[in-house]
């Protein structure tokens, strides 16, 4: 259901089943399959969501960057520090949030899987080898690249049918999602191992991509987290709504009815997955 008919919805809120059960989940088989398996990848640490650019646009700049790198001759350090600033020079003014990095470095490593082109393993070109650290001509370095675990990554709490959905999800459906740990530390606590939530995941993404929803997997922000399906559409239609008003100015108390709008249509699809 296209967001534009939100105000045409109407449910009953409330906490919808399997509420509060603390009921396990299942999780990946392997943790590492987070951040990239045969058909998916994220690379949302590398900042890759915070970029004030369509799906298209983003993609194109994640092409334009694999193929700039791996015209490059690595044997020369000078042409990599060349590479990063006059990629910086595309992505400085394009963040939307000021304070978080968005690395040039992000590159096609895998098929259409997005990943570190500097990687000493899993980068694709064929003179990475040539530097025992290549990734400390990076923004952060080895030390912290090769050290980071996200949150979302760290808590083991992502559901299998999240990773079914990804199979089929766009490119920056999955990575958006997949980075958000409170989303999914919240289903963790109330959704029933049997529901499938596909059509709640499809909603999700379509909505933190059309208004630029960057979700970051550094830091605790949030020191609750919601514990019931009204509580979690709640917090998402907020954050949505936020991001939305970055962009657009709100007129009177349009910010609000929008957020509450949000929420109805989010919760309306959750609910609808738990029966």
Not at 54 to 65: K, V
Not at 74 to 97: A, G, W, Y
Not at 131 to 140: E, G, I
Request: with cysteine; hydrophobic share 35%; proline share 5%.
């Amino acid at each position: 259901m296209p967001l534009n008919l939100l105000s045409l919805i109407s449910c009953r809120t409330g906490r919808g089943p399997g509420a509060n059960t603390g009921m396990p989940v299942p999780q990946a088989a392997n943790p590492e399959n987070v951040c990239m398996s045969e058909k998916v990848s994220c690379s949302a640490c590398c900042g890759i969501y915070n970029l004030d650019m369509a799906a298209d646009e983003r993609r194109q700049w994640i092409e334009e960057n694999t193929r700039h790198f791996m015209a490059l001759d690595l044997s020369e350090s000078e042409n990599i520090v060349r590479f990063r600033k006059e990629r910086e020079q595309v992505t400085l003014p394009r963040r939307i949030h000021k304070d978080i990095y968005v690395c040039p470095f992000v590159g096609f490593v895998k098929k259409q899987q997005t990943g570190c082109l500097l990687h000493p393993k899993g980068s694709p070109h064929p003179q990475i080898g040539l530097w025992q650290h290549p990734q400390n001509f990076s923004f952060y370095g080895e030390g912290i690249c090769q050290a980071y675990d996200c949150l979302a990554k760290e808590r083991g709490v992502h559901r299998a049918d999240f990773f079914r959905w990804a199979e089929s999800a766009e490119l920056a459906a999955y990575g958006r999602l997949a980075s958000d740990h409170t989303l999914h530390r919240s289903l963790a606590l109330f959704v029933p191992r049997h529901c499938d939530l596909a059509a709640f995941y499809n909603l999700l993404a379509r909505a933190y991509e059309r208004y630029g929803v960057v979700t970051t997997s550094f830091e605790d922000i949030e020191k609750v987290i919601p514990e019931t399906a009204r509580a979690l559409c709640d917090f998402l239609a907020y954050r949505i709504a936020e991001s939305r008003s970055t962009r657009i100015r709100d007129r009177g108390n349009s910010g609000g009815q929008f957020a509450r709008r949000v929420a109805t249509l989010l919760l309306y699809t959750l609910t609808g997955c738990l029966k």
